[in-house]
């Protein structure tokens, strides 16, 4: 098992420097002067771009820029967003629990639906429990997330006008903002800050404000968990053991969730890495969309305005989360199927 | 004589597993209706520019979406765009972008993987390692950074996603070639001493494609859907350009109307939204039948 962990690790690296090559290499298609501004950390420097072409070299040789960057980048300077006004290092911690929030609320929903929706797919198959299942998992994967949102704001915002979009309402947000000794932000999530400083107005207002976000991002979502556990469950049932279980008179509850579904979710555990994928994209257009300032909704901002430190900065973070969720999962996996390891 | 070779006999046998699947039926029939939309374009909905069709007339330039009328029978979005002409025209937009994407991707794809899959080996090793570090980044980020890098524009945007797109391909037909390499069939073809291009175009390709073929269509959808995403954040097809995402884009003020009346404008949102959402269902619906027609652990279930 150590020689596994220690195996990823090293590959680990090796993307990981890939990721940053590749990132580099589709920023260094812009001008020098455009580049400068990822060199730049505060307004003031601006308006001294040549200057900084000029000191930092930009017209040098890709692998040294690529050696200059990367030292930067260690140190922790990513360069000044325009769009947050603010480095890049500071804006990422400010916009970083607003998604995560996001996230922490959805996956669950995912996973318990995903799995349970796939089982019982997978138990009766081609009934009509089957196929209803199946339409909802086509017509949600179907739904693009921005249209879907869309039309949760139309819905819900506009006819009903019981789900706002935003993070927080207006008085709440600047009674936070004006009273930082009495409202103590220890997570910056409001939900979670909401409970602990005791202001369950807030955390009400703020759940109320997540339900349309999550609910989009798990419609569009739990259909891939979906149809994994369901043809993974299929796969299990026909299996001999299940036979040999069901010719000794076990009951159908023990044959199907003792010994069936434990089975059949080693496979859906692979997904996982997929899953973190798509919450990252999903996030992109829902923040997008319900106006809420997370990373998703800074990347499009800082798309539409060419603000390359930005991209460049978020792309490595999507790139770090995405390869160190997939080792865990790996490692997760080695541990659940001996199999993997020792191949 | 002809009527009994087996790859005949199997051909029909997946056609009637497609068929028998009254999803892969409604699927069809959607693609059959959006084919004929694409091609009947300039008879259904005439051109105003000749030189330039996929540009939306408009009359006037007032902001505020218009009605179904006489004139626009889906009515008009903001900047007076007419929307049924939009749609008509957006159906060809989205073509474009589906084959054009998928079709670069998956050829791309499955020569890398096609390689990489029967070579093994260190050059196994270098592409996979490629794939994986081109797979670290979600598909909608990576596409951003490149139409920022390159510049606005549907085309761009296309550009994007084929180089981008082209990553799952590999590891499907990879896999998918694994698995084949150790058969027994290939392992004779092998000893009899058939060359390697042969075994590969001849024996393993023609079996190990099925798995590519559902991916492309149901990948069809999604690169129209990220497409779309792109055209509506303002990345990809300019303002006035017949793709769908770019009508829904016009139309996002307008999604909660006044107070009144707060679905107002429904029709300037619903109708190039529900043209993406049908054309990405039809793609799904085959792709996904075509799974099951081709998944030899189901197919005779």
């Known amino acids: ?343 | 004589m002809i009527a009994n070779h087996p790859r005949l006999k199997e051909l029909k046998f997946t056609l009637r597993r497609i068929f028998g699947n009254p999803l892969a039926i409604i699927g069809f029939s959607l693609l059959l209706f959006f084919i004929a939309v694409a091609v009947f374009a300039p008879y259904i909905a005439p051109p105003k520019y000749e030189h330039n069709p996929y540009l939306m007339p408009h009359k006037g330039y007032s902001q505020t979406p218009r009605p179904p009328s006489k004139q626009n029978i889906f009515g008009t979005t903001a900047g007076q765009y007419d929307i049924f002409y939009g749609a008509v025209w957006g159906t060809r937009t989205a073509f474009k972008i589906g084959i054009f994407v998928v079709c670069i991707a998956a050829c791309i794809g499955v020569i890398l993987g096609v390689i990489s899959g029967y070579y093994g080996g260190i050059v196994d090793e270098l592409l996979m390692r490629i794939v994986d570090i081109v797979f670290a980044i979600p598909l909608l980020v990576l596409t951003m950074a490149i139409v920022v890098a390159f510049g606005r524009g549907l085309d761009k945007v296309m550009i994007a996603l084929a180089m981008v797109g082209w990553r799952s391909y590999v590891r499907v037909m990879r896999s998918s070639i694994l698995t084949l390499r150790e058969l027994d069939f290939v392992q004779a073809a092998r000893a009899m001493g058939v060359s390697n291009i042969k075994i590969m175009l001849r024996h393993i390709l023609p079996n190990g494609i099925y798995p590519v073929l559902v991916m492309a269509f149901m990948d069809i959808g999604s690169m129209v859907v990220v497409a779309a995403f792109m055209s509506f954040v303002g990345l990809g097809a300019p303002k006035g350009y017949a793709d769908w995402g770019q009508m829904v884009a016009l139309a996002r003020n307008y999604i909660v109307g006044p107070p009144d009346d707060p679905l107002k404008y429904w029709y300037a949102i619903v109708i190039p939204g529900g043209c993406i959402v049908l054309f990405v269902l039809a793609w799904n619906l085959i792709g996904d039948a075509l799974r099951d027609a081709f998944d030899p652990k189901i197919r005779r279930g």
């Open chain 1, 1 to 343: 098992m150590a020689t596994y962990i220690i195996r990823r690790l090293l590959l680990l690296g090796v993307v990981l420097f890939g990721v940053s090559i590749l990132i580099f290499g589709i920023l260094m298609t812009f001008s020098p002067e455009r580049r400068a501004a990822a060199y730049v950390s505060s307004p003031q420097q601006v308006k001294d771009i040549p200057a900084i072409v000029e000191q930092f070299g930009l017209d040098d040789p890709f692998y040294l820029q690529y050696f200059r960057w990367i030292k930067e980048v260690f140190s922790g300077n990513l360069g000044w967003s325009v769009v947050a006004a603010r480095p890049v290092w500071d804006a990422f911690w400010h916009y970083f629990p607003i998604t995560l929030e996001l996230n922490l609320f959805t996956s669950p929903f995912i996973i318990i639906f995903g799995i349970w929706l796939g089982t019982q797919a997978g138990i009766h198959r081609n009934t009509f429990i089957d196929h209803s299942t199946r339409i909802f998992a086509i017509t949600g994967w179907s739904l693009p997330t921005f249209l879907f949102g869309l039309i949760m704001l139309m819905i819900f915002y506009g006819y009903f006008g019981i789900f706002p979009p935003g993070i927080i309402s207006d008085d709440l947000g600047m009674f936070i903002r004006e009273n930082p000794d009495r409202f103590r932000q220890y997570t910056h999530m409001y939900t979670i800050d909401g409970l602990l400083n005791g202001r369950l107005d807030i955390t009400l207002d703020a759940l109320k404000r997540l339900f349309m976000p999550v609910l989009t991002q798990v419609v569009v979502i739990v259909a891939l968990l979906m149809r994994v556990m369901r043809s993974s469950m299929i796969e299990e049932i026909s299996k001999e053991y299940i036979l040999t279980a069901r010719a000794k008179g076990a009951d159908k509850r023990t044959i199907y969730f003792k010994h069936a579904r434990k089975n059949a979710l080693i496979p859906v555990v692979t997904v996982a890495g997929w899953l973190v994928a798509f919450l990252m994209e999903g996030s992109i257009a829902v923040e997008y969309i319900f106006t809420r300032q997370g990373i998703g909704w800074w990347l499009a901002s800082s798309a539409i305005s060419l603000d390359i430190p930005v991209l460049m900065g978020v792309c490595l973070f999507f790139g770090l989360v995405y390869v160190i969720a997939n080792l865990i999962i790996d490692i997760l996996y080695a541990y659940i199927d001996p199999r993997i390891r020792l191949t």
